[in-house]
């Protein structure tokens, strides 16, 4: 993963300057440069340039099959700092190698929760007297961008970074809806463990350590897979990092290679 796109970003974080536009300043600067990399701004319930949520969006190298479609959101609470810091440095990465993604698209958001990543909380007190999942009619702003993003692609995948703070292994909870979908992505997860990363992954858990919260969409043709990546929070930031962007690169890998083969 080291660019210096990647170097600026590890060099704001690991100096203290976790905010939002200090993490993703480097990768505006490279959007300007690439074809590739596009930012944009997340549209709620207001117009005003200040509520909306920057996000960017990876086109990997052109393929037949219609693109994989993946949404990545980090920095969930506002008391984060790991998952935006390393849904930033994926979103590097993947611009970097771009034939690692050829076939798929990936809209990221670094911080989906703005609102209480600038008031340094795990959320507003606002947010505390409202519903924090989508399709139940929430007023807050960063649902309301999330749910409008939902309703402007068809995704494959939509993947939650979350910190677990005292975790030594990643853990992986994944809401699957279709049998083709649960075929696909279970071989995905038990192959990636049998290689050697280290991290737990369970399928539409009883007792899921984190909330569902993006699906099931209403009235929706298809359904994405929801994967909640819990960060192993008690190993470095850069082994967290590594560990999150080769989950996502396995499961979009994956998909695509169902789809090519006619199995999604």
């Given at each position: ?28 600067e490279l959007s300007e440069e690439s074809s590739s990399l596009v930012v944009g701004y997340g549209l ?109 692609y068809d995704f494959d995948l939509v993947i939650v970074l979350r910190e677990n703070m005292r975790a030594h292994e990643a ?94």
């Open positions: 993963m080291e660019t210096l796109t990647d170097r600026k970003i590890s060099h704001h974080y690991e100096s203290g300057k976790q905010d939002l536009e200090s993490l993703i300043a480097p990768l505006i709620g319930q207001s117009a005003s340039r200040d509520e909306m949520i920057p996000y960017f969006h990876v086109c990997g190298s052109y393929t037949d099959q219609s693109p994989v479609r993946v949404l990545l959101i980090g920095g969930w609470a506002g008391t984060e700092s790991v998952t935006p810091y390393v849904a930033a440095r994926v979103v590097a990465a993947l611009e970097s190698k771009l034939r690692l993604v050829a076939g798929i698209e990936i809209t990221a958001y670094p911080v989906a929760n703005l609102d209480a990543h600038r008031a340094g909380e795990y959320v507003t007190r606002d947010q505390q007297n409202d519903s924090a999942k989508c399709w139940e009619d929430s007023s807050l702003n960063h649902i309301k961008v999330l749910e409008n993003e939902l309703k402007r853990q992986v909870e994944a809401w699957l809806v279709e049998d083709e979908q649960k075929s696909v992505l279970s071989a995905a997860l038990d192959n990636l463990g049998s290689v050697g990363h280290s991290f737990n992954w369970k399928a539409n858990p009883v007792r899921p350590v984190y909330p569902r919260t993006f699906t099931p969409i209403p009235h929706a043709e298809r359904q994405p897979a929801e994967i909640i990546i819990g960060l192993p929070g008690a190993r470095d930031t850069y082994d967290q990092a590594q560990e999150g962007l080769g989950l996502i690169l396995s499961l979009a890998h994956a998909v695509r290679q169902a789809r090519n083969e006619g199995r999604l």
